[in-house]
Nanobody, 126 residues
Framework: VQLQASGGGLVQTGGSLRLSCVGT????????MGWFRQAPGNEREFVAV????????YYSDSVRGRSTISRDSAKKTMYLQMDNLKPEDSAVYYCAAGRPTSGATASKRGRDYIYWGQGTQVTVSS
C-alpha cells in the first residue's frame, strides 16, 4: 500500500483546508486509516481515524468539532476537512493505513498503522 498526501498549505487563523490521501495497492476498503501530525519539537500525535467502512470515527480533543474525516472507496481517497484553523494546528500532517481487517474499528495509536504517506505541511498564521 502506498499513500500520497496532499492539500496542505498556508492559511490564516480561522481558515479552512481539506487534506487528501490517495491509497494505491491493496484493497482500499479493507484497512482503517487515519491522520496524525507532528510539529517541530513535538512527538507525533493522533488527529483523526476512520474505520475501513467509515462506521467508526475518532477525533482528538484538539480538533473535534472543527474537523471531519471521511473516505471514498471509489476514489481510494481519505480526506480531512479542517475548519476554523488555529496556529497550534500548524504541523506536518501524515496519513496512515493499518493492516487489512474485517473489523469495524480504528486505532488511535500510531504504532498500529503500518503504511505512512510522506506528509503535507499545514501552516496557520496568526
Amino acid at each position: 500500500v502506498q499513500l500520497q498526501a496532499s492539500g496542505g498549505g498556508l492559511v490564516q487563523t480561522g481558515g479552512s483546508l481539506r487534506l487528501s490521501c490517495v491509497g494505491t495497492g491493496g484493497v482500499f476498503s479493507s484497512y482503517p486509516m487515519g491522520w496524525f501530525r507532528q510539529a517541530p519539537g513535538n512527538e507525533r500525535e493522533f488527529v483523526a481515524v476512520i474505520s475501513r467502512l467509515s462506521g467508526t470515527r475518532y477525533y482528538s480533543d484538539s480538533v473535534r468539532g472543527r474537523s471531519t474525516i471521511s473516505r471514498d472507496s471509489a476514489k481510494k481517497t481519505m480526506y480531512l476537512q479542517m475548519d476554523n484553523l488555529k496556529p497550534e494546528d500548524s504541523a506536518v500532517y501524515y496519513c496512515a493505513a493499518g493492516r487489512p481487517t474485517s473489523g469495524a474499528t480504528a486505532s488511535k495509536r500510531g504504532r498500529d498503522y503500518i503504511y505512512w504517506g510522506q506528509g503535507t505541511q499545514v501552516t496557520v498564521s496568526s
